[in-house]
């Protein structure tokens, strides 16, 4: 067809050409192109991949955010020896730099992947995927993906997870969720750690951390816990149970009370 | 730090969109955002001087418009302006509300040059 004079163009497709169309061209060369789509729609059609394969393993995926140093990594230490007879874990271990984290978790003889992000501040839904291709799911009741310590930039990206828990330790301040409320309105759970630190500290208010986490409207449920006393672990089992249950699991699935051991390393 | 990241997937989608129309070069991007989708308009503008360098967005110009932070109040059903660190409704001051506005991340529209002739063929 001729493209040189535009007599190409007929009733039925000159629509297409007007402005504002998908094939609309101005002129003097210009063509103006309607997108409406999210800037982060790649890591998005990733994340929703990820949370595909999740799914139909009848894996609960939890993605734990907090600022570095809040009782990540001590909170997954605690929930293995609660029910990591139970339930098979595996871990995903975001960190700019080492294994540190990692070595913890496959010390409890659990499967842990490590991703090093070098300068990146977050994890992508890429990473998760590439990660994912490590572990076996159909061995998994639980994947736990501990995101780089931060409380701005993992909070923009969906890894595929089914819930975002945000831990908020009683050394930092009561009011992290009105400084960080991208971060607070992402977490479908809050758990307020290091409790144990609370009478010591005196000026960590938890019903001040609850007001301001309102004010995000946020209808997330808050728990306070101690990794290192055991205290409120209880609460926090039963929402990780209750995930697992609402998800449907593989048929014929018969080993989740007695899981088989784990590699140490990948 | 963040937005670098925020920014190559913007001229991804944008390089990509402009090489599947054979456009010489990007003109314009236009992109609403929001306070909260955690993402700050002055370091993505930043980092996409950076990011763009060398490919077909290089010297576009990316206009960022600035969404309000508005939720929509679901006892009084009002619409109101908010902070993004207090999400209450401005009106009856319930904490029950839907943000309407202002977690924008969206790429709205590309000028692209082209070879300025009407073309039904892609």
Known sequence: MCNTCGCNVTHGNAHLLAPGAKLYRTDDGHES???LRHLLHENDRTAAHNRAHFDRHGVLAVNLMSSPGAGKTALLEATIDAIGRELSIAVI??????????????????HAIQITTGSACHLDAHMVHDALHQLDLSQFDIVFIENVGN????????????HNVVLLSATEGDDKPAKYPVMFRAADLVLLSKCDLLPVLGDFRPEQARLHLQELASTAPVFEVSA???????????????GTAGLEHRPGRTDAAAPEPQNPAP | MHELAVCQALIDQVTGIASSRNA???????????????VEPHLLQQAFSVASAGTLAEGAALNLTTMPVQVRCQQCHRVTTALPSRLVCGHCGDWRTRVVSGDDLLLTTVELSTAGIPSLTH
């Open chain 1, 228 to 242: 290192r006393s055991g205290a409120g672990l209880g609460a926090w089992v039963d929402w990780l149970l209750a």
């Open chain 1, 151 to 162: 409380l701005v930039c993992p909070a923009g990206f969906d890894l595929g997870q089914h």
């Open chain 2, 24 to 38: 010489r070069e990007v003109i314009e991007i236009n992109v609403q955002i929001g306070p909260l989708s955690g």
């Open chain 1, 33 to 35: 192109v309607s997108v």
């Open chain 1, 93 to 110: 271990e975001g960190d700019l730099e080492t294994e540190n984290d990692a070595e913890r978790i496959r010390r409890r003889g659990v």
